[in-house]
């Protein structure tokens, strides 16, 4: 399952957005919270369409996809170094599949702010330092681990060494692992160093309901952190943690009344979870019965027979052909007889590619 460490400076919000997320009602009420330990949680995926499967089949069972949140500890400048939780901070943050930035994004004289100044830009700029950091400290260990096999000339350690080098000299240019330039092979080489700055990064402005909101004040300094985030190659979202965690104890029905009320236009977890995925590159395709509704989790560009393993590894080796609709299309002539009568379920073979939004249901051996 995916797993996103929640990270930034201390009193941004992490461990309210945390508990925001895992307490947060998504449309599939029969997907678990599960916590494996206090600072994780799985998290379904608001998602309309599986609803309206889950109506058009009468599904029994209703399974949203899955995203696994880490409540990351604060980091503080110097936590390369060991600073604050320094070394538990990054080990846990290695662990993850992508990281999610969350930055303060408000003025409150009440809230402390660690630098006792709000600006984001210079918040991103702290954290990424801090990550890039650690990671020259690894690649550093990774060379000297290995320099006694490319003096004595074995192939792969110099290639892994070159590879090193190039990193090396990014991370001295100011440069994230991400933006150095690496060919696929020369990612495989250093796969297994697992860089943090080598995640994808999604960066969420964290508003306060009623506050000095720093993209409604006009001072320049929301303008710097979206150009720091345009020039770093990454994407952000907005969200407010505080009132989504309030509204977790609000009935559904009177839940838009309420953000109404407190000036909160959209639901930012759901945003929040939308952008978790874009900036992985992922999408969901369903399966849809009487039994089960249920969305999976795919790479976007996957064949039929990897979105296939995604449900069962037999898939993957004896995959034969899979039949295809489209989810919106499925809906809209309102039965598979009528859908395969009118010629819109598709067969398609191995080089199939998987849309966003296909229901499949799969042929194997």
Not at 312 to 337: C, P, Q, T
Request: aromatic content about 8%; overall charge negative.
């Amino acid at each position: 399952m995916l797993q996103i460490g929640i990270v930034g400076l201390p009193n941004v919000g992490k461990s309210t957005l945390f508990n925001a997320l895992t307490k947060a009602s998504v449309p599939a009420e029969n997907y678990p919270f599960c916590t494996i330990d206090p600072s994780v949680g799985v998290v379904g995926v608001p998602d309309e369409r599986l609803g309206a499967l889950a109506e058009f089949s009468k599904s029994e069972k209703v399974v949203p996809a899955a995203i696994e949140f880490v409540d990351i500890a604060g980091l503080v400048k110097g936590a390369a170094e060991g600073e604050g939780l320094g070394n538990q901070f990054l080990a846990n943050i290695r662990e993850t599949d992508a990281i999610l930035q969350l930055v303060r994004f408000f003025d409150d004289p009440n809230i402390t702010h660690v630098s006792e100044e709000v600006e984001p830009y210079k918040d991103i700029e702290i954290i990424n330092l801090e990550l890039a950091l650690a990671d020259a400290e690894q690649v550093k260990k990774r060379r000297d681990k290995i320099s006694s096999d490319v003096k004595r000339g074995d192939k792969d350690a110099i290639a892994e060494d070159a590879v090193l080098a190039k990193l090396m000299q990014g991370f001295t240019a100011g440069k994230l692992a991400l933006h150095t330039e690496l060919t696929d092979d020369e990612k495989k080489r250093v796969a297994s160093l697992n860089l943090l700055t080598m995640k994808p990064i999604l960066y969420a402005f964290n508003r306060k309901s009623g506050g000095h909101n720093l993209d409604e004040l006009a001072d320049g300094r929301a303008e710097r952190a979206y150009e720091l985030v345009k020039t770093l190659g990454g994407r952000y979202v907005f969200l407010d943690a505080a009132t989504e965690r309030e509204l977790n104890d609000v009935a559904d029905d009177d839940r838009e009344g309420f953000r109404r009320e407190l000036g909160v236009s959209e639901d930012g977890l759901a945003g929040l979870i939308r952008g978790a995925y874009e900036t992985l590159g992922l999408i969901s395709f369903f399966t849809t019965g009487t039994d089960e509704t249920r969305a999976w989790t795919i790479p976007k560009g996957s064949a039929a027979p990897v979105a296939g393993a995604a449900i069962h590894n037999d898939f993957l080796e004896k995959f034969i052909r899979a039949e295809v609709i489209d989810w919106k299309k499925l809906l809209e002539l309102g039965s598979y007889a009528a859908a395969r009568e009118k010629g819109q379920v598709r067969t398609e073979g191995k080089e199939y590619v998987v849309n966003d939004g296909d229901v499949m249901v799969f042929l194997h051996g």
